[in-house]
T-cell receptor, first 109, second 114 residues
Framework: RKEVEQDPGPFNVPEGATVAFNCTYSNSASQSFFWYRQDCRKEPKLLMSVYSSGNEDGRFTAQLNRASQYISLLIRDSKLSDSATYLCVVNEDGNKLVFGAGTILRVKS | EAQVTQNPRYLITVTGKKLTVTCSQNMNHEYMSWYRQDPGLGLRQIYYSMNVEVTDKGDVPEGYKVSRKEKRNFPLILESPSPNQTSLYFC?????????????FGEGSRLTVL
């Protein structure tokens, strides 16, 4: 079983749609959680951290469910520029970041 | 400009020919790490370094070596490359390891081993 699992997609959505990605992790001792964004043939970049109480940054909302060991990312009012691969990242022991394989999002006009 | 610089960006080589991928950061970060990215597998950590002269194995260290003689540089060495090391490699750095979650990545080095 992979340590961090994501639905690979692709998720094909029209502009303006709301889309949600889930990610599950296997290590119940994991300490912190993040979403990264990776554009095609580019390096990953931090999108947002995920806090226990949930957090929002503009059109993006991230939530954590420790009991069920999953995190989610919700994107509202999708833009063409949101097309990318979204990586779920889990910090297991303070130093080790474990990356999911990513979920592909394609926003179409 | 704050950045992580990797070289070469693209390389085609043959089995057994030693190569080095350089990585340099100008942010005075203590933590540096190497990852490889393969389709369907995500980013897997090869080696990481918490500071100068301190290096540790990641999840897939076989066939790789690293060194950290200076804070800014963290080269990745393939002593005898094999075709299964064909991959996209990323170097990353951060101020305090994985705890903050914010890694700064280089642009990647695409390596093909024939």
């Amino acid at each position: 079983r992979k340590e961090v699992e994501q639905d690979p997609g692709p998720f094909n959505v029209p502009e303006g749609a709301t889309v949600a990605f889930n990610c599950t992790y296997s290590n119940s001792a994991s300490q912190s959680f993040f979403w990264y964004r990776q554009d095609c043939r580019k390096e990953p970049k931090l999108l947002m951290s995920v806090y226990s109480s949930g957090n929002e940054d503009g059109r993006f909302t991230a939530q954590l469910n420790r009991a069920s060991q999953y995190i989610s990312l919700l994107i509202r009012d999708s833009k063409l520029s949101d097309s990318a691969t979204y990586l779920c990242v889990v910090n297991e022991d303070g130093n080790k970041l474990v990356f999911g394989a990513g979920t592909i999002l394609r926003v179409k006009s | 400009e704050a950045q992580v610089t990797q070289n070469p960006r693209y390389l085609i080589t043959v089995t057994g020919k030693k190569l080095t991928v350089t990585c340099s950061q100008n942010m005075n970060h203590e933590y540096m790490s190497w990852y490889r990215q393969d389709p369907g597998l995500g980013l897997r950590q090869i080696y990481y370094s918490m500071n100068v002269e301190v290096t540790d194995k990641g999840d897939v260290p076989e066939g790789y070596k690293v060194s950290r003689k200076e804070k800014r540089n963290f080269p990745l060495i393939l002593e005898s490359p094999s075709p299964n090391q064909t991959s996209l490699y990323f170097c990353a750095s951060s101020f305090r390891g994985g705890s903050t979650g914010e890694l700064f990545f280089g642009e990647g080095s695409r390596l093909t081993v024939l």
